[in-house]
């Protein structure tokens, strides 16, 4: 461990804009509704089927929820299929989305979530921490160095579409609590910036150089 060092992802500082958070709960009927989203690639280990799980059982209590499945890369039938049939006219798919629209998507949207079963340091929920969005994300390495419980977004188990559902209907029922976790989830990717995480790996490099023209300065 003595020789390992760690550097983040970062984040353009592009996505860093003001938002405008929404001042009540979706009901029955309201033309705007909360607006989960979801970016990434269609696959298991994105939590996809929990995600799906989730979504459906929350249509059933919260008919204002919408979904945006965001950069799949999948035809919209396939990714739709895995829903409950009630629930597949509230999900919105759009396989692909320009790297120049990415920061207008999350603004459009009002509770980023992202179920993945394993990743590293994903860029969409850096992204989307960025625009000062809430974030419902699983407890796995690689997100919990970013976000904590309850301060900059909300943890749940991974495989635990009930967990899921729940944080996301807690979210969605306090826009206190969403405007609370967006700012703090901004304010902490204020740090990871990549400017910041370049100088971190300037210094990194510099210090691997130092150490093997001096190897005993370092020990």
Same mark, same amino acid.
Not at 82 to 97: K, W
Not at 148 to 167: H, K, M, P, R
């Given at each position: 461990s003595g020789t390992v060092r760690y550097v983040p992802n970062g984040v353009e500082p592009r996505f860093l804009i003001e938002r405008k958070f929404s001042s009540g709960v979706a009901k029955p009927g $309201?033309?705007?509704?909360?607006?989960l /989203?979801?970016?990434?690639?269609? /696959?298991?280990?994105k939590g996809v089927y929990y995600l799906a799980q989730a979504f459906s059982s929350l249509e059933r209590n919260a008919r204002g929820v919408t979904l945006t499945v965001a950069g799949c890369h999948s035809p919209e039938k396939q990714v739709k299929d895995?829903?409950?049939?009630?629930?597949? $006219?509230?999900?919105?798919?759009?396989? !692909?989305?320009p790297r120049e629209d990415m920061p207008a998507l999350y603004a459009d949207h009002d509770i980023f979530v992202f179920p993945s079963l394993m990743e590293g340091m994903p860029l969409t929920l850096l992204e989307a921490m960025a625009t000062a969005m809430p974030v419902v994300i699983?407890?796995?390495?690689?997100?919990?160095?970013?976000?904590?419980?309850?301060?900059? @977004?909300? /943890?749940? &188990?991974? =495989? $635990?579409?009930?967990?899921?559902?729940?944080?996301?209907e807690r979210m969605c029922a306090s826009p206190e609590l969403r405007a609370q976790l @967006? &700012?703090?989830? &901004?304010?902490?990717?204020?740090?990871?910036?990549? $400017? !910041?995480?370049?100088l971190g790996?300037? =210094?990194?490099?510099?210090?691997?150089?130092?150490?093997?023209?001096?190897? #005993?300065?370092? #020990?």
């Open positions: $309201d033309h705007s509704p909360i607006r /989203l979801f970016v990434g690639t269609w /696959l298991d280990r895995f829903f409950a049939p009630e629930a597949r $006219d509230r999900v919105t798919v759009v396989p !692909r989305v699983t407890e796995i390495p690689g997100m919990v160095e970013l976000v904590e419980n309850g301060f900059n @977004g909300l /943890l749940v &188990q991974t =495989a $635990d579409s009930a967990g899921l559902a729940a944080a996301i @967006g &700012q703090a989830a &901004q304010s902490t990717m204020r740090r990871y910036t990549w $400017d !910041r995480v370049t790996i300037e =210094a990194l490099l510099a210090a691997a150089v130092e150490s093997a023209r001096n190897p #005993r300065s370092t #020990r």
